[in-house]
């Protein structure tokens, strides 16, 4: 039987990206999450800037919050202009915040933004993955293998 694929969300324009999040978590399962922005926020999106390499996500009252990312304040915004750390509603279907709430709560493990980008309609989205933490060991054999993966690349280009 054939594995099933998984899903990949319609990535127009990717805005900010958590490199680190792969090396750093095992990756469980991948969500799309709308984000709720102000006016500046989402223009500011559009120019490209934004970071999300240092922020999580946080389960509070029924509702998911993106903590800690970092959308600069808009160059012409003016003085209705957002602050640029402010926590951000994210928005996920009640079934789902149920299951990271329990998969939080009970197996320990975290919420990270893996992208932060616009889908096709021009909505401003974040994929948010369930992960677990990774132990030293663990990243040492991560990097074990893809420089093992990368030098038996190179060995059969030059074999041919």
Do not use: C
């Not at 969300?9 to 999450?33: C, T």
């Not at 096709?120 to 933490?133: H, M, T, Y």
């Amino acid at each position: 039987m054939a594995r099933p694929k998984p899903t990949t969300f319609d990535k127009l324009k990717i805005v900010a990206e958590n490199r680190k999040a792969k090396y750093n978590y095992h990756i469980e399962d991948v969500y799309e999450a709308g984000l709720v922005l102000t006016g500046t926020e989402v223009k500011s999106l559009r120019q490209g800037e934004g970071n999300i390499a240092e922020s999580y996500a946080e389960v509070k009252d029924g509702e998911v919050w993106l903590v800690n990312s970092n959308i600069p304040e808009f160059s012409h915004g003016n003085r209705f202009n957002h602050t640029p750390k402010r926590p951000r509603k994210l928005l996920l279907a009640g079934r789902e915040i149920e299951k990271m709430f329990g998969a939080v709560e009970r197996k320990g493990m975290t919420l990270v933004p893996l992208s932060v980008y616009f889908n096709s309609r021009g909505r401003a989205k974040v994929e948010l993955a369930l992960a677990k933490g990774k132990q030293t060991h663990d990243k040492r054999a991560a990097i074990k293998d893809r420089d093992w993966q990368r030098d038996k690349a190179r060995l059969m280009r030059e074999k041919g």
